[in-house]
């Protein structure tokens, strides 16, 4: 593996003048990062773009100004000022981690990407991008941006698909970064956005690229051979919801954690539509992919309430779904149906 000389002085350059400054989690100087805003915008950032990220992160601040507000908040509360940004998942763990780090005797934040990783939500990515911005941990990011830039770069075909390729990569991507400790956030910051707004997936912009001169796929006209992914096997799965409201009044049920829009109130759901309540018509079919899998959600709607006794069973009156924690596809049909005004 050949080592590209003055690679990070490029990046550098480069990011200066081209890269994602201004961020609202970026210091506005050259003062040190706030830790907190870091970790929840690298959290917003897992699955989520960055101008959805933008719209959604004051006002997430504003709720939840420092990790103790957080961890004193109710889980609910903080599902609730996460949506829009989808995979509640992350607002449960992102409250849980709140919730250890306050218990300790003494606070404070994690040092080190391998503390960061104990926490739940951040694995490895997560936790070196947290920790080279806050702490300039000279560790290398992987994100899928930058593995992008590094495979592309150094040739290395299929970087993502067996132990010794990703070991290939993390080598490489060690042995190219700064070694002053001064430069590692703002280097991380534009390795990753030269992924995201130059080496592209599709149509990389390669003769804007600052690496250009030796990238070895570019010069050798190979970036289309350079593999990221194992091409997915979509699986099915079907489900039913069945929206049962009577005037102002809408029946939903509590998603436990864990399964899918866990932490959320949906419509009930159902398996099969010969276990839907009598009366029940179809209104729409919704598909979309989640995670590995195609989710084909059948929706039914019920114009009248039926007994309910559960404890994870409410009615709620269909003007205040703001305040509830539900997923903003339910808004959505509801709108559309103009069953929501
Ligand atoms: S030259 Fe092209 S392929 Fe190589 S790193 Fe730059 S954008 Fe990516």
Redesign the pocket.
């Known amino acids: 593996m050949s080592v590209k000389p003055a690679f990070s002085n490029r990046v550098l350059i480069w990011g200066e003048k081209q890269g994602r400054l201004g961020l609202p989690w970026q210091p506005a100087d050259n003062s040190d990062f706030d830790i907190y805003k870091v970790w929840i915008s690298e959290i917003m950032l897992q699955q989520t773009l960055l101008s959805t990220v933008l719209k959604r992160f004051d006002p997430f601040i504003n709720l939840f100004p420092d990790v103790f507000s957080l961890a004193s908040s109710k889980q609910e509360s903080v599902v609730l000022a996460w949506s829009g940004l989808g995979f509640y998942r992350r607002a449960i763990n992102l409250h849980e981690a709140s919730k250890i780090l306050c218990a300790q005797k003494n606070f404070k934040f994690p040092k080190k990407a391998a503390d960061w990783v104990k926490l739940p939500g951040i694995g490895y990515s997560t936790a070196a991008a947290i920790s080279a911005f806050t702490s300039s941990e000279r560790i290398p990011i992987l994100d899928i941006n930058v593995v992008?830039?590094l495979s592309?770069?150094s040739l290395i075909v299929n970087p993502m698909s067996d132990v010794r390729s990703r070991a290939k990569l993390f080598r490489y991507a060690q042995i190219i970064m700064p070694h002053d400790p001064n430069l590692i956030p703002r280097y991380s910051q534009f390795i990753m956005d030269?992924g995201a707004l130059?080496?592209?997936k599709e149509k990389?912009?390669?003769s804007?690229?600052?690496?250009?001169s030796d990238?070895d796929?570019?010069q050798q006209q190979k970036?289309a051979k350079v593999k990221f992914r194992k091409s997915k096997v979509w699986k099915k799965i079907k489900f039913i919801w069945a929206i049962e409201f009577s005037g102002d009044m809408i029946i939903l049920e509590y998603q436990r954690t864990g399964t899918l829009w866990g932490g959320l109130w949906t419509p009930k759901r159902y398996q099969e539509e010969i276990d839907l309540p009598k009366g029940a018509s179809f209104l729409c079919s919704k598909e979309f992919p989640i995670s590995n899998s195609i989710l084909l959600l059948d929706i039914w709607l019920v114009k009248e309430i039926s007994s309910f006794d559960s404890v994870k069973t409410k009615s709620f009156n269909l003007k205040s779904l703001d305040s509830i924690p539900v997923p903003n596809l339910l808004k959505e049909v509801l709108k559309e149906f103009k069953l929501l005004h």
């Open positions: 992008r830039v592309r770069h030269i130059i080496c592209r990389p912009l390669c804007k690229c600052p690496v250009s990238c796929a570019f970036v």
